[in-house]
């Protein structure tokens, strides 16, 4: 034996001498099958059971039938279990041959084959008469299904297709076999929905033929007929058109769309008596007595019809409202009497009775209603209005309170948004007691105690848009009563009512808001401006001194009492008050306005040494040091003025104004190398900013290098994508043809930029299109009301394309704005001669100044 045999053939005998598993037979795989022989089973001896009778009493084993008495010491086990669920898992013959039959049965429900839809159209071709027979229409031509070409599609199966596909297919002559096969098979209502009327159908009659089909096969439908006849009269053939509605009507006696359809389609003559019959056959129906109604020329005739039709309907709320309109006050008031009656529970009737009714009569009559409908709130929001237009004031608030008692005891959830939308209805009624009451009383309903000023505010801001002043007045006026010193509250409050109050209203708020918080001065400096506006200016004066006596170290204050006395010229008075500041050791602005003040009394020596000592004093200040330069290039000294510049940047490295002015003054010495080092140290010193790139290109273009410049815009815009006054700048340096092209993408990336805005209104202009161009500069001022270069734009548009009115409107807005801003504004409004010209007069010489006497376009 070699070695490792020895090994291999012990495992070989344990495994011979191993129990097999069960079922097994040896060989099966190999295709050999098991045998049973005399030793198996023992000896050939029947057992003792057998030889019992059998008799037709025995029990019928229900798990192994007959053979229970043979198998009755059998012992079910495992195997016996394993079998009996493999034999259940295996399909059988029967199962397999009802699930098909249930399917077929179900596709053929689903997919019925021509001779069954068609069953129901052939027994009615025994009632087709002869002349119908004569007007059927031709048949169509169908050689294209005999061309080889299309002979693949012969059996070609169709599937249904979206309406609309169906709606285009009509627009376009319904050339589609598919969908034609498709509307002929179709019954019920998606064949109804059509666009018969399309103006561009291309082929009426083949769309006639269509619903000549259409109403052969459910002659019952109504849109059917109406949609065939609505196609007749947009081909013009108006006498076929109401012999079809005829036909409908005769089929569909009930329809009111049918009757409706041939009143319109019935010579005006004949309109009375079709809808008397319709009449007649459907007299419950209301829009066909209200259409009876319409026909009738003269007013009472109207009512007569309508009151034939109550008789017929008395619960229709539609025929009431239409006769009590009818009706003078007096028969109606016998009508609403008679309509709560027949209809109690609709509301509106018994509000429109109690508004007919006088003061006692209509008291009566709510209460009766309340009776009627203890649920419904409405009743109760009418009482209050009552009282109200009665002059009783005091009861609109307890009957508000006490109906919102009674609807909870009636199991009425009080729904707060609802409640708020009657108290604006209520206002836009002038019942404005009533929606004071109401936001009283349910305003605080359903909010959290940590939301309520904020859900307060936003209430009255949303009202503020929907132009419910008064309701947002209220709100206001609650949450002001429970946040007494929220400074956020007053405020907004206050903005409501410059905006749409009065000054009186707004002086008596601003009164009570110092009363309760004496040391805010925003509220004081709101009430002096108000009075200024006013043209008061003892007024002015006694209210900054009581906000001096309140605040007595209020910078803020002082220089509000300078502003005061400066703007009444009353300069001796304003520089003593700027020199008390200063003494107080004032802050940088304190200096600034005092150097204003002496350059305007022409005081260069004082002036030159407040800036010095300025500059000193508040080093990181930059408009001390723009002041200083601007001051030595008024006087000619250059060199000095650009050292100031210099020595400015120095602390005020991000000041783009100052690096600006220094650019500005190497620009007047006609070097433009020094400039573009100017600009170019400016720029790396303030990355991405539009104001350096913008001064850079105009360089450029004034000296006449355009390369340069479009380079420099090309870099610029890389650097500052979304610049709207960089954008506005390309739009006009760009050839013409380019400019439509510049200024749409501009608009996509930046559509609410001002300059962007007031760039397309300009190249509008030059298109003639006056109205487009209005809207952006609209859209401009409103996106920048403080850019005083837009609203002279505007102003000069209006000059050359307006009229007296709109000049007027764009002067009144650009005043209420008092705008600061802008490259041509500031200058001059800044100048020592305009000093104390008013807004309409800086504007007009921006205007002057930006148009230089040329038409925008």
Known sequence: MKPGQGSSSKKLLDFLNTKPPPNYVAGLGRGATGFTTRSDIGPARLPAVL??????????????????????????????????????????????????IQEIEKHRVSNPTITEQSATSKRKLLEVTPEEWDNLPEASDHSMFRNKKNKKNKYESFVPVPDTLGESEAGEGARSRPWTRRARRSTGRRRMEMITSHPDIADNKKLSRLFHSVTNSNPKEPRGWISAARVEVAAGRLAEAQKLIKRGIEECPNSEDLWLEAVGLSPPGEAKSVIARGVKLNPYSVKLWMEAARLEHDIVDKGRVLRKGLERIPGSIRLWKAVVDLSDKEDAVLLLHRAVECCPLHVELWIALAGLETYENAKKILNMAREKLPKEPVIWISAAKLEESNGNDSMVGKVIEKGIRSLRREGVEIDREFWMKEAEAAERTNSVVTCQAIVHNVIGIGVEEEDRKRTWVADAEECEKRG???????????????????????????QLEKCHGTRESLDALLRKAVTYMPKVEVFWLMGAKEKWLAGDVPAVRSILQEAFAAIPNSEEILLAAFKVEFESHER????????????????????????????????TTEERRLLDEGVKRFPSFFKLWLMLGQLEERLGHLKQAKKTYETGLKHCTKSVPLWLSLASLEEKTDDVSKVRAVLTMARMKNPRNPQLWLAAIRVESRNGNKKEADKL??????????????????????????????CFDALKNCEKDPYVNAAAAKLYVHHGKVEKARGCFDKAVELAPDNGDIWALFYEFEIQHGNEQTQ???????????????????????????SHQKTESILKKVMVSIGKGKRIN
């Open 808 to 834: 007027k409107d764009v002067v009144k807005r650009c005043v209420a704005s008092e705008p600061k801003y802008g490259e041509m504004w500031q200058p001059i409004a800044k100048a020592v001669e305009n």
């Open 713 to 742: 815009m090309a870099k610029a815009l890389q650097e500052c994508p979304t610049s709207g006054i960089l954008l506005a700048t390309e739009i006009e340096m760009v050839p013409q043809p380019q400019r439509k092209l510049r």
């Open 572 to 603: 001796e008075r304003a520089r003593a008050l700027l020199a008390k500041v200063r003494v107080r050791e004032g802050t940088e602005r304190v200096w600034m306005k005092s150097a204003i003040v002496e350059r305007e009394l022409g005081n």
């Open 51 to 100: 030889d019992r009778p059998i008799g037709d009493n025995q029990k019928f084993d229900d798990f192994v039938g007959n053979d229970a008495g043979l198998l009755a010491s059998a012992e079910y086990d495992v195997e016996d279990n394993e079998a009996d669920a493999v034999y259940e898992a295996f399909p059988r013959k029967e199962r397999n041959e009802a699930s098909l």
């Open 468 to 494: 419910s002043i008064e309701t947002a007045r209220v709100i206001y006026a609650h949450a002001i009563s429970v946040f007494l010193t929220k400074k956020s509250v007053w405020l907004k409050a206050a």
